[in-house]
């Protein structure tokens, strides 16, 4: 996998975890929050192609296995879950550096259609 520019050696190791274990449709999308030393992922925004709900937006059904993930922190990190966001939020430490990583269920704001699926 690539490494993510501008972005701290933790990230990669995300990323190099997260390629061998997500289940995805249409992969998931990403923002790195330099401030907060948060990685967040979403789904993205795909639009349907033909049938009777052809031209219609959704977001593309993820799932993600988190012991490859949690195996990366320099101790058990703190996991929550919030209704309110629908969202999962791991938190800790990674080779020494701060790390939160955040799965939304629902795509980024402002999101047009990632591609169109039939």
Known sequence: MNEQPDCPAWVNAVFESLYAEV????????????????????????????????????????????DSIFMLFDEPPSVSFSTREDECSIDGTIDGAQAWITFQKHPFEDEGPLEKQS
Do not use: C, M, N, T
Not at 23 to 43: M, N, Y
């Open 23 to 66: 289940d995805s449709g249409s992969g998931l999308k990403w923002i790195f929050v330099e401030e907060e030393q948060e990685l967040i992922f979403a789904p993205p925004v795909v639009e349907l192609q033909g049938g009777a709900h052809d031209g219609a937006e959704v977001y593309s059904f993820y799932r993600v296995e988190f």
